[in-house]
């Protein structure tokens, strides 16, 4: 439930910030520029919404597999080397989001 309301809240302030940050249209010449110009804005919604969650996942992930990666060191500390791997796994989906965030900026 926490973590819905987090969410929740990150949407909300998400979409806020465009109204909040509008300015004053000037008068277009056509209706393809203001069509571009709403294009380009939600292209930044979209790259920042990837890795604000890519990220938040992430933190999550490696949150979860600390905490069970030093349950299982106390009990035995020979296998602090076999959870690094996992740790990186998870770090990854931050990269994957980021990724996906150049993609949608650059295209």
């Keep these: 439930m926490k973590r819905f309301v987090i969410l929740a809240v990150l949407l909300v302030s ?3 910030g465009g109204v909040l940050f509008a300015q004053e249209a000037k008068p277009q010449s056509t209706e393809t520029t203001a ?3 709403n ?3 939600w292209k930044y919604i979209a790259a920042a919404l990837a890795v604000g969650i890519a990220c938040i996942a992430g933190g999550i992930a ?3 597999i600390g905490a ?3 349950g ?3 009990e035995n500390p ?4 076999k959870a690094l791997p996992y740790a990186g796994l998870a770090e990854g989906i931050c990269l994957w989001g980021f990724l996906v965030a ?3 900026l650059l295209i």
Excluded: D, N, P
Aim: cysteine-free; aromatic content about 4%; proline content about 0%.
């Design 68 to 70: 069970a990666a030093m």
């Design 35 to 37: 069509v571009a110009s």
């Design 78 to 81: 020979e296998l602090s080397g």
């Design 14 to 16: 998400a979409s806020i």
């Design 102 to 104: 150049l993609f949608i």
């Design 62 to 64: 490696v949150g979860q």
């Design 39 to 41: 294009t380009a804005q």
């Design 72 to 74: 299982a060191m106390s």
